[in-house]
């Protein structure tokens, strides 16, 4: 998204809407030019990924997320340069990578971290210095200027997700971004976080509690790249979960975004999304925007699963989520960004 957080009034956020410029609302909290905003619930939200230079229609170039087991800097390095020789070999200006580490988990005095899927506990600390290695990789090998946001991932599986793990993710992406300031890589790479919130791992009053958490200190969104288990058409969701506490963690909660998976061949995930867009419509008078699709076919590759049913490719999980959307006028909107998951180490 490229533009820190702020709190405004909803009458300025529309006026700001409404003329539309692009100059700050008069308390934005950072000095640098901001985009316009519109208000939901009274709090500002971010207008969405950077303007594609793509036609409607037209699929983005797809970067590459990685699952990652390890955070040793020369290995994110490498992983970076590689989406730098991929974007800048495409027609793209910009794209968003996951950088996944795992579920959250408390070390002891060291603090929060993630699991590295379950090869050893990393601090907040030590994955922020192997996401900027990322991004120090990304900028050294682009041929241009491409632009791309890394999101730095967890997930609201196990007992460590909590409103203090959402505090500690989000000071992480700040001082990660602040990182990029300092050394004059604004415009090339940006941080965001990131939340694997599926519905099956977790009810919504824990993983509701890990977004306000991270809402509290937030300067820069996160995105919810995770699922909507037996949502509608299929149901009223899993478990205790409701649409609205799925609106409200991909897309209610102030610094949310979707960046939905869209796994499965038959177009029923890309449905429950497109659904979802359009019940914010009808309930809050507001759809749902949604930053792009996800897609996992290069990890099913990889694993012994075949992920039967599971494996979309990136093109078909983007058609299918923008096709549903832009039939409907209520829902219809660009769709910037298309990634598909890898196990990067």
Request: proline share 6%.
């Amino acid at each position: 998204m490229g533009w820190p957080l702020s709190h405004t009034s909803a009458s300025n956020g529309r006026d700001a809407v409404a003329t539309g410029t692009r100059k700050a609302a008069s308390n934005q909290r950072r000095p640098r030019t901001a985009p316009t905003k519109r208000t939901l619930g009274g709090l500002t939200k971010q207008p969405g990924p950077p303007a594609s230079i793509l036609g409607p229609g037209v699929l983005p170039h797809t970067a590459v997320s990685q699952y990652l087991k390890t955070t040793r800097s020369s290995h994110l390095g490498r992983l970076g340069c590689g989406e730098a020789r991929r974007l800048s070999a495409s027609n793209g200006n910009s794209a968003i990578a996951v950088l996944a580490f795992g579920r959250p988990i408390k070390g002891g005095s060291w603090g929060w971290g993630a699991s590295l899927f379950g090869h050893g506990y990393r601090s907040t600390d030590e994955i922020r210095v192997a996401a900027e290695a990322y991004a120090e990789g990304f900028v050294g090998c682009s041929r241009h200027e491409p632009r791309l946001t890394i999101a730095i991932g967890t997930s609201n599986y196990g007992r460590g997700v909590s409103y203090r793990h959402g505090m500690a993710w989000a000071l992480m992406v700040n001082a990660a971004n602040g990182w990029v300031v300092e050394n004059g890589l604004v415009g090339r790479v940006e941080f965001a976080g990131a939340n694997d919130i599926e519905l099956s791992w977790n009810g919504p009053a824990v993983s509701k509690s890990w977004v306000r958490g991270y809402d509290s200190v937030a300067e820069w969104l996160y995105y919810d790249y995770g699922d909507a288990a037996g949502c509608p058409p299929r149901g009223d969701c899993v478990g205790a979960w409701r649409p609205e506490d799925v609106w409200y963690v991909s897309w209610g909660a102030r610094s949310a975004w979707p960046l939905p998976q869209i796994y499965t061949s038959d177009g029923s995930m890309a449905r429950q999304w497109y659904r979802l867009s359009l019940y914010a419509f009808l309930r809050h008078g507001w759809r749902m925007t949604i930053a792009g699709a996800l897609s996992q076919r290069i990890a099913c590759r990889q694993s012994s699963d075949p992920c039967r049913g599971m494996n979309n490719s990136p093109a078909k999980a983007w058609g299918q989520l923008n096709r549903l959307l832009n039939r409907d006028r209520r829902t219809a909107q660009r769709l910037p960004w298309s990634t598909d998951f890898s196990w990067g180490a």
